[in-house]
């Protein structure tokens, strides 16, 4: 690692943000290593898109600063940041009126950059689709083929971290399933170090190596998946647990 350069790729430091009376986001501090996968789960409402959205600037925080790998985000010129962060939403879709190579280029064109044909078949290829996508328009594709269009993009300008806030929450089980591994897989083989937002504890528990759980704008539990399955991380935290393990109960209860 060069001089400089620190091991943690983000730092939240006493982050807090209000929308009138609510307290979105009240005092977080954690700290991000740089190749890990860490889910942030919470109910709706606790925070998690506002915390994640003061990464790259979407919302400034009122007090406390974010640090990507060292540096202070609100130093950084917007498109320069935005591009060494990859953002897959759930809501912000795919632009209707262009094509998927044009969606998948618009992060490095924002910021100046124009990339090729050839790149573009090369992350399609990442998410498993082939190179005769790049012409369609984002109508002529699945939910889930969407999807891993909105992940393509997010990586085009070769992030060196991956936000996700709730990005397969629209799509069917087996899809989902599919598309998570496939982040995981991305995440280990492009050495990326990725924040999950979702809601699906048991998503959470399989795909992330820790799990923060947050509650009314603050980090209340912050625990590896087999801690929290063993009982780790406070009532809020175990709320969430307790939902998948009575389903993979009740689920046994059906075997002969
Ligand atoms: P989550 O992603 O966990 O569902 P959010 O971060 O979206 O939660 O929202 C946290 C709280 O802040 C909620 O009470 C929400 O209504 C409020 N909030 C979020 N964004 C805005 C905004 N732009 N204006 C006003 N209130 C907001
Ligand atoms: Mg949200």
Known sequence: MAKGETDTALRFEGVSKRFGSVRAVDDVSIDIARGSFVALVGASGSGKSTLMKTVNRLVV??????????????????????????????????????????NIGIIPRLAGDRIGSDRIAELLELVELDGSYATRMPSELSGGQRQRIGVARALAGDPVLLLLDEPFGALDPVTRDQLGERVRKLHRDLDLTSVMVTHDMAEALLLADRVLVMDGGRVVADEEPRALVNGAGGAVAQGFVAVPRAQAERLAELEI
């Open 61 to 102: 925080p009122d007090s406390g600063r974010v640090l990507l790998r060292g540096e202070d985000v609100a130093s950084l010129p917007p498109a320069k940041l935005r591009r060494r962060i990859g953002y897959v939403f759930q809501s912000i879709g795919l632009f209707p009126h262009m094509t998927v190579a044009e």
